[in-house]
């Protein structure tokens, strides 16, 4: 039909663009601006223009305009939208063969759902709970969440939980759950959390207490336990890291309980949430990782749907304790239901979608491909250091930490996560060798080039990663 479309624009309806317009051309995009770690604006010079973060700046934009009095009878809105689109899509094809630094599963094909998005499919209210709109994926959704509350060991009687919109709302939940188990709780995270983590703390007026990291972007049980020590009068709620943004850090649960205990928080004093954005789909099939599990006085867990299991839709899903949802839920006659969401409306596809991957793959299917993910990890790691690139990877983790190119042309290609002086490639079930393969030879060309002159040196990151990875000429 594309095809066809095409052929229609350029068969006679190409003058309506000028004499210039390619349907097909890759749309091109600005380098991103650079950003210090303490949040400042680098401005950046292309060739073109100059970006500034924090300014709203029209790079390019798909206008909206009304149709003329005639397109019912010409075509010409059809054949422009259609061009379009087919510009757009090649421009998505493009970017996703240079997808490396953020956590999304690019490798899913979701054909046999095509004939579901004629409806309008919306999840109102609880999940347990019909409401008075049909129209739903109920079904679904609880079927979903049922293979996760297995996953971490709850009970179908014992939890309660939904499809979120994304991992940020999964956080957003948990740590509200958390505020109305204990009102006067402080909110402890360590300061290499999801900054979801700390826009919860600032939505809801909790008192925040940040805790320093070791090296590995695990949080410093040693620094922990002194804060808690300085607040042994007030509850405390805990963010526990399972996989940190920028390092893969995974914040060693066993332990943070231990500290709380130790610190004289009895469990009636703490609520814990688990914020398992990426590797808590992971963890579980990994060996002797250690375990997420509500037989562990935990209070949630959240993982991002569209991550791991690769959703082409932002979604999400949160667990929590049946017995702390009442503090939340409450019933709206509207729909007939109660409701202990953050969420109104709830995207009624995104169950849907989880629950034919999840069908697919299966335990098995998530394991196979969590040892592809760690095993290429390891490849690229090894090949960073063999080619003198200072490169960290963390136990239990697909997230390669290295040094960030000098290239900002270069970590736009690429998409790459960048944070001070050090970026990171994540490793999903989409990444081949191949991919790392072009990717890793494209950075040691264009490095040599970056260097050359003598001028300037290959950053030092032991900071960042430690000295035993940092490969620069103090630590070689």
């Keep these: 039909m594309a095809e066809a479309m095409m052929k229609q624009v350029n068969g006679g309806l190409a003058e309506k663009f000028g004499p210039v317009f390619d349907p097909t051309a890759v749309v091109a995009e600005p380098v991103p601006p650079v950003v210090t770690e303490n949040g400042h604006e680098l401005k950046h010079k292309t060739a073109e223009k100059e970006i500034v973060l924090g300014k709203n700046v029209h790079a390019s934009c798909f206008s909206v305009t009304e149709p003329e009095a005639d397109d019912e009878f010409t075509g010409d809105k059809e054949a422009y939208m259609a061009g379009v689109l087919a510009r757009y899509r090649k421009t998505l094809m493009e970017r996703t063969k240079h997808h490396l630094g953020y956590p999304y599963n690019l490798d899913f094909d979701y054909g046999a759902l095509a004939q579901l998005q004629h409806f309008s499919i919306n999840n109102l209210g609880d999940p347990f709970i019909e409401s008075n709109y049909g129209v739903h994926s109920r079904q679904f959704e609880v079927g979903v969440l049922d293979w996760f509350a297995r996953l971490w060991e709850l009970e179908n009687n014992e939890y309660w939980g939904y499809i979120t919109n994304c991992g940020t709302e999964g956080n957003l939940h948990g740590i509200l759950v958390g505020r109305e188990v204990f009102p006067d709780g402080i909110l402890y995270a360590s300061r290499e959390s999801h900054y979801s983590v700390f826009k919860a703390a600032r939505m809801y007026r909790m008192e925040c207490v940040k805790v320093d990291c070791l090296i590995s972007g695990e949080i410093d049980c040693a620094g922990f336990k002194a804060k808690l020590l300085q607040n042994k009068d007030k509850p405390a709620i805990i963010n526990v890291n399972i996989g940190t943004t920028v390092k893969g850090a995974v914040d060693d649960l066993d332990l943070v309980i231990q500290t709380l205990e130790e610190s004289g928080f009895t469990q009636d004093r703490f609520y814990i949430h688990c914020d398992g954005a990426l590797f808590g789909l992971m963890m579980p099939f990994v060996k002797k990782a250690p375990k997420v599990s509500f037989k562990k006085p935990i209070g949630s867990v959240s993982v991002s749907g569209h991550k791991f299991v690769g959703c082409p839709m932002p979604c999400g899903v949160q667990i929590t ?54 095993r290429n990890a390891h490849y690229l790691k090894d090949r960073l250091l063999d ?90």
């Excluded at 729909?335 to 596809?349: F, P, Y």
């Excluded at 989880?354 to 196979?368: A, V």
Aim: negative net charge; hydrophobic residues 40%; contains cysteine.
């Design 387 to 476: 080619a003198g690139i200072s490169a960290m990877l963390n136990e239990l983790s697909s997230t390669v930490v290295f040094e960030r190119p000098q290239d900002e042309e270069f970590v736009r290609r690429w998409q790459l996560a960048c944070q001070g002086n050090i970026a990171h490639v994540v490793v999903m079930p989409n990444v081949t060798i191949d991919k790392l393969d072009d990717f890793l030879n494209e950075l040691i060309d264009n490095r040599s080039t970056w260097y050359e002159d003598g001028k300037r040196q290959p950053p030092c990151i032991a900071a960042d990663i430690g000295s035993e990875n940092c490969v620069c000429a103090a630590h070689k």
């Design 321 to 374: 304790r049946m017995e702390h949802i009442n503090v939340l839920s409450s019933n709206v006659e509207y729909l007939a239901s109660r409701d202990a969401t953050i969420m109104g409306s709830r995207n009624g596809h995104a169950p849907i979608f989880l629950w034919y991957t999840l069908n697919r793959k299966g335990y098995k299917g998530f394991q196979k491909e969590v040892q592809k993910c760690l």
